[in-house]
């Protein structure tokens, strides 16, 4: 069964989207079947172009990506997930709604604050942007490459919250 991952963040419009493409992008080069989401609980209604400069200049490929609300992830018709990844310090601080959880992944699913800075906020003009766009969208890269390193599918949920945990320290 797939591993259905949410990523969160406030406006849905640059860190929880950078995340979202990386997992997608690393997953499917290394075959794993694990397929990544992002949403917001206040959604801007567009994406970053930094953001979507990012992603395109490591490859990933962004069409059919669009800013929406974690309201999309609430219904019984939602992908069932496995785990939601909250990337900005305002999102990690909301009440989250009620995220079905995968069967197979007991239930609720798992739930993890992996903060960055907001790129958005960087100084230097489009350049300075550009960079902290590049920036943040290596570190995410990382960190996504060492959860898909995890064997996901035999790991007891508190030994995944455990490595995940780890892995927000390192």
Same mark, same amino acid.
């Given at each position: 069964?797939?591993?259905?991952?949410?990523?969160?963040?406030?406006?849905?419009?640059?860190?929880?989207?950078?995340?979202?493409?990386?997992?997608?992008?690393?997953?499917?080069?290394?075959?794993?079947?694990?397929?990544?989401?992002? !949403?917001?609980?206040?959604?801007? +209604?567009?994406?970053?172009? @930094?953001? &979507?400069?990012?992603?395109?200049? $490591?490859?990933?490929?962004?069409?059919?990506?669009?800013?929406?609300?974690?309201?999309?992830?609430?219904?019984?018709?939602?992908?069932?997930?496995?785990?939601?990844?909250?990337?900005?310090?305002?999102?990690?601080?909301?009440?989250?709604?009620?995220?079905?959880?995968?069967?197979?992944?007991?239930?609720?699913?798992?739930?993890?604050?992996?903060?960055?800075?907001?790129?958005?906020? !960087?100084?230097?003009?489009?350049? +300075?942007?550009?960079?902290? @766009?590049? &920036?943040?969208?290596?570190?995410? $890269?990382?960190?996504?490459?060492?959860?898909?390193?995890?064997?996901?599918?035999?790991?007891?949920?508190?030994?995944?919250?455990?490595?995940?945990?780890?892995?927000?320290?390192?």
């Amino acid at each position: 069964m797939t591993f259905n991952v949410l990523i969160l963040c406030t406006h849905n419009s640059a860190r929880s989207v950078l995340s979202e493409g990386m997992l997608n992008h690393w997953a499917k080069k290394l075959g794993k079947d694990v397929r990544a989401f992002s !949403a917001g609980s206040a959604p801007s +209604g567009r994406l970053n172009p @930094f953001a &979507l400069e990012a992603l395109t200049n $490591a490859g990933v490929d962004i069409s059919g990506y669009r800013s929406k609300s974690w309201d999309e992830f609430t219904g019984p018709e939602a992908p069932p997930l496995s785990l939601v990844i909250t990337v900005c310090d305002s999102a990690a601080a909301e009440q989250c709604p009620v995220f079905f959880g995968s069967p197979s992944a007991g239930g609720q699913p798992l739930k993890i604050h992996w903060g960055y800075p907001d790129p958005s906020n !960087a100084e230097g003009g489009d350049e +300075g942007k550009r960079r902290a @766009f590049e &920036l943040t969208r290596q570190a995410i $890269a990382y960190r996504m490459l060492q959860l898909l390193s995890l064997p996901l599918g035999q790991l007891s949920k508190a030994e995944l919250l455990a490595a995940l945990n780890e892995i927000a320290a390192s």
